[in-house]
């Protein structure tokens, strides 16, 4: 029989989360330590990770470097996960390293009884694949938190940079702004320059301490020089596409297919790490900058589907939390003003669902719940209720929200549309394995 890589990458015993370093040093060690021969910009925080190294890899692809990005988790295919100059990792190569891999991760399980997790497997994978690409730089993305992350077993990168902080994974990170930043920081090594959206201040002086005790520079993007449109069309060589412009700093009309409008800050961070990596001898002129950002691309983060003839207009957005919830709610009302979309959410059990059912419920004309597609999904009966007991907590009256329980992503689909009407808005978030099944339940849609 065929080896799978995927198959045996997601073997459900090594999924369990075990933070720490040791084992995935021990598992590149003994695979002649790929991570020695290449460079990196390392992105850690908690929401805007994926849409942030997106931005970054469009933009050194578009100088003219042989660019690895490694991201989590994936929408569609297991193999986004892992790409150099945008095309992911083809399966015969996903299968030699994954081999390599799991020679040497087995082995090491023999002696000592701790077989690698789900993740460091991934992070081993990809960091073999992009050495036997000759990848010139890599985007790496961290998985949890940054301190402990497998990805954290890296030599200084160019720049390390954060995201926007916010409460989520408490149980493992910590409760605090603070405690959360402190692993957050914990990608800051000595001569690496440092990029960091303006945090909270609690979150922010974890930061400043870190980059400091380093003696690292520190950068942090200046949001009062940026300046956001409405979205438009891209015009019609695109067949309707839209596009956000915006400027910011000596960067005039900027374009962005990412249409959140919380997407022209995220560029504007990566716009600082490249002038970072500029003085540090890459070579990115201005055009492969503004090229870079406006041909970047990152499905199910604010992403609006053409759901084909008749139907309302569908949005699918990775959300998982409070911070994102609020983000997503912002855009809806900049998109599409005056809407009552309705909303169909499917979130993990161990989320803030309660605060992201606050941000949105407001806004909605009506509420389909589903279960994602996950060992750690929310029943959609118990969602049903959170939404309910939200509408009575916030409207004054929970009769006013009553939630349609779906047996799937598809039922659930299908009712939306029918209860938002072909010239209404759907919006599908919560969790980014519900945008996945969303995805492929509105092209079978499309195809009937």
Known sequence: MSFDPIAYINE????????????????LERLDRPQDRLRFVHVAGTNGKGSVCAYLASVLQMAGYRTGLFTSPFIERFEERIRVDGADIPRDELTAATC???????????????????????????????????????????????????????????????VRIGRD???????????????????????????????????????????????DALVVPDFSELRVGSARSAGAATQGALVRPFSYKRFA?????????????????????????????????????RTGIAQARWPGRFEVVDSGPNRPTIVVDGGHNPQGAHALASSLEDMFPGARPVFVIGVLEDKDYPAMLEAVIALGSAFVAVAPDSPRALSADRLARAIRWAGQDLLGCSACVKPVVAQD????????????????????????????????????????
Not at 410 to 436: H, K
Request: proline letters at 4%.
């Open 100 to 162: 390599a891999v799991k020679e040497q991760a087995e082995a090491l399980a023999a002696e000592t009884g701790d077989h690698p997790t789900e993740f460091e497997l991934m992070t081993a994978v990809a960091l073999v694949h992009f050495a036997q690409a000759a990848c010139d730089i890599v985007v790496l993305e961290v998985g949890l938190g940054g301190r402990l992350d497998s990805t954290n077993v890296i030599e200084p990168p160019e720049a390390s940079v954060i």
């Open 409 to 448: 992503m598809n039922d659930a689909l299908r009712r939306a549309c029918e209860l938002a009407g072909s010239d209404g808005v759907v919006c599908v978030f919560g969790s980014l394995y519900s945008v996945g099944a969303a995805k492929r339940a509105i092209a079978a849609m499309n195809r009937d």
């Open 169 to 215: 994974h408490t149980a493992l990170l910590g409760n605090t702004l603070a405690a959360i930043a402190s692993e957050k920081a914990g990608i800051v090594k000595p001569g690496a320059p440092v990029v960091s959206w303006p945090q909270e201040p609690e979150a922010m002086a974890v930061i400043e301490r870190a980059a400091e005790a380093c003696g």
């Open 253 to 289: 009309d900027l374009s962005t297919h990412l249409l959140g409008g919380y997407q022209p800050a995220n560029a504007a961070l990566a716009i600082e790490t490249i002038e970072v990596l500029r003085t540090r001898g890459w070579s990115i002129s201005d055009e492969a900058l």
């Open 12 to 27: 459900p015993r090594w999924q369990e989360s075990r933070l720490g370093l040791d084992r995935i040093r021990v598992l």
